[in-house]
T-cell receptor, first 118, second 114 residues
Framework: AQKITQTQPGMFVQEKEAVTLDCTYDTSDPSYGLFWYKQPSSGEMIFLIYQGSYDQQNATEGRYSLNFQKARKSANLVISASQLGDSAMYFCAMREENYGGATNKLIFGTGTLLAVQP | ETGVTQSPTHLIKTRGQQVTLRCSSQSGHNTVSWYQQALGQGPQFIFQYYREEENGRGNFPPRFSGLQFPNYSSELNVNALELDDSALYLC?????????????FGPGTRLLVL
């Protein structure tokens, strides 16, 4: 069964520093996608970054990058130059990639609460 | 802004009642998914609708049901509410192209069952 593990319940980082949020996953499918979402206290899940299992390069989106280590089954999120507005819950999620119209459900981890300190 | 809206934002019901939550998808998105997020947990997949048909279901009982309309808006209905149904309910719309899609979430509806 697919599973996402986030072992850091909470993290502190100083403003302007970089921070890495850990995510490991388990799947037997060769084709899958990995996502990171940010959830502020308002509740909305905000899409940050996507990595496909066959992508050769690590995904980057502005200050966000995904450190994808396929052999270790890890997909850590790196946030560079942290800002106060980055304080939120961060969720790692996985989805099987499929082409047969099957369900594209996301499986989420339990999240990491990031607090950016001035 | 994801273009996905949900209503109501908050709701209080009593055990045994029924509730309908609504979601308006991003324009052009043909797929909507619903998730339940209990306090302190990650979202759990309830079901997904694709072109008005249920396209997969998570481990939720039949009293959780849904509809998707031709304009791609959708509803989540929960009958016989239980205390454990108290949660944040999130809908996500997406456009599936060649098996690839990113789900964009609405702000959620916070349901409290007393």
């Amino acid at each position: 069964a697919q599973k996402i593990t986030q072992t850091q319940p909470g993290m502190f980082v100083q403003e302007k520093e970089a921070v890495t949020l850990d995510c490991t996953y388990d799947t037997s499918d060769p084709s899958y996608g990995l996502f990171w979402y940010k959830q502020p206290s308002s509740g909305e899940m905000i899409f940050l970054i996507y990595q496909g299992s066959y992508d050769q390069q690590n995904a980057t989106e502005g200050r966000y990058s995904l450190n994808f280590q396929k052999a270790r089954k890890s997909a850590n999120l790196v946030i560079s130059a942290s800002q106060l507005g980055d304080s939120a819950m961060y969720f790692c999620a996985m989805r099987e990639e499929n082409y047969g119209g099957a369900t594209n459900k996301l499986i989420f981890g339990t999240g990491t609460l990031l607090a950016v300190q001035p | 802004e994801t273009g996905v809206t949900q209503s109501p934002t908050h709701l209080i019901k009593t055990r045994g009642q029924q509730v309908t939550l609504r979601c308006s998808s991003q324009s052009g998105h043909n797929t909507v998914s619903w998730y339940q997020q209990a306090l302190g947990q990650g979202p759990q997949f309830i079901f997904q609708y694709y072109r008005e048909e249920e396209n997969g279901r998570g481990n939720f009982p039949p009293r959780f049901s849904g509809l998707q309309f031709p304009n791609y808006s959708s509803e989540l209905n929960v009958n016989a509410l239980e205390l454990d149904d108290s949660a944040l309910y999130l809908c996500a719309s997406s456009l599936v192209v060649a098996g690839q899609e990113t789900q964009y979430f609405g702000p959620g509806t916070r349901l409290l069952v007393l």
